[in-house]
Structures are given as structure tokens and as C-alpha cells.
């Protein structure tokens, strides 16, 4: 099997606990050819504990490496755009986490990039492939005229599933002009996504843009565009949203939020007249706890449900085995760039809603 040589941009947590040791593990797949960190620290412990040799403060230092077949841009959002042009600009594929970027001409430069360099970019999506996510899909086909939907995505902070599970470093040597940095670019791609409402819901802005991000963007797999946003409201100082997406012949309710419990509560389901699917997530920071199926209905007096597990393995080791054979030339990517621009169509419609309502 032909082995990618990969550089990873980013050692944070989903790098520390899902990312680097999958790398690993897919060892007949994938090497770890290059490591890139603003944290020197990071770069030495993960350096180590990879037997990576190449370590890099600057990405785009790292996809100048010669001997480099993809990139992960794993690092801070706001920076995503610049390091995945570098690395197209150098002949890499990139693998880009969620959100691949906050602005419409971010995604659009992105695009041009991809296109000048005939490579592959393919948005870390992972949900979308759990095998659990792609038998709903089917399912979801057989239920005929659709009655309603639910998306739902509420969860408590991530360190706390982490304190438990797994050991992340943390380094203390992050540049203090490195932080400002981050802020004022966040304030300025903000500002140019919503405008001068970017007080009042930049936040929720952000919250769309991450979290949210992986419903919106299953949801539009399973079901398509809304037509229309018919409601949305926020609660629980910006931390709560709640959209209500108007489908020809139905609605979808949508709910995300992040609190203080030590839960993770994610799932999408879909209802029919004598049907119903649903596909239930559990944390990615714990892997190979398994996403399910679950089916339920009514044939005559019985009624039956159904609870699938396809497989305990976790969805960014799917997500991986896919890119593997999209980057070889066995696969196309779903979760295009251009896919993603669908996402920011949603971001837009719902933080317009959401600004009429406040008027």
C-alpha cells in the first residue's frame, strides 16, 4: 500500500489525542514526516514521542519540505486559510480541520489555490464519515415523504472528557504577541463575515462556525439546504442556540450548546410517517466509543427498533482511511471546499434571523 508522508500543523489537543497517534497506528498508510508548532515544547515532546526529526515554528516553512505528499492544518482557525495555501502553493494535499475558514474569501482563495495546484483539499468533516452517519444516509432515502427532523448538539467543555481519558500537554511557552495576534485576526475575520453586528453575535459567530459546524454540515448531507431560516433565538449568554429551518413540507429544529456537565450529547434524527432514523454521536476526545443507528418502525401492528453499531472504529480513523484513498487516487473528496461555502451560507442565514429578531 503507498504511504503518504505527512506534515502536521497544529499539536494541540485533537492533534495530541486523535490525529498523531491514528497517524500512527494507519503505519502502513501514513508516516509522520514533519511537525509544526508555535510551542517549541510542543515540538519537543511531540517530537519525541513520534521519532520526528523535521520541527517547524512556521508552516510555512514546513511545506517547503520536499518530501512531503499532504499537510494537516490542524492549528487555530483563523490561521487555517494562510497554511493551507502554503501548502498547496507547494504542491501538498491538505487535510484542513473544521471550520476550513470564516469568510467567504478565505473559502474562495482557497479554492483558486487548490485549482492553480491540481491537488486535493478535503474538510476534516469527520462525522460525515462514521460508517453509523453513512447507513442513516441510506436510511433516510427509504422513509418517503420527510414530517420533521432534529439536530442536536449540546455538550459540556471537552476538558472534561479529557481530564479523564487521556494526558495532553500543555505548553506555557505560547509568545504573548502570538495570542494578540490570534485575537485580532479572529476580531477582524469576524468583522468582515457578519459586519457590524459583529458585537452583538460575533460569539455566536464562532460557536456556528465550530461546533456547530459538524451538524450543519450533516444535516445539509442528509437532508439538503433549507429553504429559509423560520425562527432562531439565543440563550444562555450566547452559549445556546436555536434555529427552527424551513424544508419543503417540513421543519427542522435545531439546537446546540455547550454547559458545565460531563456529557456529550450529539445526534441528528429524521422522521417519516411510519419511520424514523437516528445517528447518535458520543465524544471524539474518547476514541472508539462507537457511533449508532438506531431505526424505528411501524409495519402493520408491530412496531420494531433497530440499534446498528457498524464498527468501534472511530470516525477520524474513517476519515483518514478516506483521505488516504482520495490522495492515492481511489476516492473524490465529499467535504469539498466548496461543500464547506454551504456551511457559511447557513452561518449567514441564521446570524441574519437572528439580527432581525433582536430588531
Not at 508516516?31 to 508552516?59: F, K, M, N, P
Amino acid at each position: 500500500m503507498q504511504r503518504i508522508r505527512v506534515g502536521v500543523v497544529g499539536l494541540g489537543e485533537v492533534g495530541q489525542i486523535t490525529h498523531l497517534p491514528i497517524l500512527q497506528a494507519l503505519g502502513d498508510r501514513y508516516e509522520i514526516g514533519a511537525l509544526c508548532d508555535i510551542s517549541r515544547e510542543l515540538l519537543r515532546s511531540q517530537g519525541e514521542r513520534y521519532s520526528v526529526e523535521h520541527r517547524y515554528t512556521d508552516a510555512g516553512e514546513l511545506a517547503k519540505q520536499d518530501d512531503l505528499d499532504a499537510v494537516f492544518v490542524l492549528n487555530s482557525d483563523e490561521y487555517h486559510t494562510e497554511c493551507t495555501i502554503a501548502a498547496l502553493e507547494h504542491g501538498k494535499h491538505v487535510l484542513v480541520e473544521k471550520p476550513m475558514c470564516l469568510t467567504d474569501a478565505e473559502a474562495d482563495a482557497i479554492i483558486a489555490a487548490r485549482d492553480r495546484a491540481g491537488k486535493v483539499v478535503m474538510v476534516a468533516y469527520m462525522r460525515r464519515y462514521a460508517p453509523a452517519f453513512l447507513r442513516a444516509a441510506e436510511e433516510v432515502q427509504s422513509l418517503g415523504d420527510i414530517r420533521y427532523a432534529r439536530v442536536r448538539d449540546i455538550i459540556g467543555p471537552n476538558r472534561l472528557m479529557i481530564e479523564q481519558s487521556s494526558v495532553v500537554h500543555r505548553p506555557d511557552d505560547i509568545p504573548w504577541d502570538a495570542i494578540w495576534d490570534k485575537q485580532q485576526r479572529a476580531e477582524h475575520l469576524v468583522l468582515e463575515a457578519i459586519g457590524d453586528r459583529h458585537e452583538e453575535f460575533g460569539g455566536v459567530y464562532r460557536l456556528l462556525c465550530g461546533l456547530s459546524s459538524h451538524d450543519l454540515s450533516a444535516m445539509r448531507e442528509l437532508l439538503g439546504m433549507p429553504e429559509r431560516v423560520l425562527g432562531a433565538a439565543v440563550s444562555g449568554n450566547g452559549r445556546f442556540i436555536s434555529v427552527i429551518f424551513g424544508y419543503p413540507g417540513y421543519s427542522v429544529v435545531f439546537e446546540t450548546g455547550t454547559d458545565s456537565q460531563r456529557r456529550f450529547d450529539a445526534h441528528i434524527e429524521v422522521y417519516g410517517e411510519a419511520k424514523s432514523v437516528r445517528v447518535q454521536y458520543d465524544t471524539p476526545y474518547i476514541r472508539h466509543l462507537p457511533t449508532t443507528l438506531t431505526v424505528t418502525e411501524t409495519v402493520g401492528e408491530a412496531y420494531t427498533e433497530t440499534v446498528e453499531r457498524p464498527t468501534y472504529t472511530d470516525p477520524y480513523t474513517c476519515e483518514l482511511e478516506y483521505f488516504h484513498e482520495v490522495v492515492t487516487g481511489a476516492g473524490q473528496p465529499k467535504t469539498t471546499p466548496e461543500d464547506y461555502k454551504q456551511d457559511l451560507v447557513l452561518f449567514r442565514m441564521i446570524i441574519d434571523a437572528l439580527s432581525d429578531r433582536s430588531h
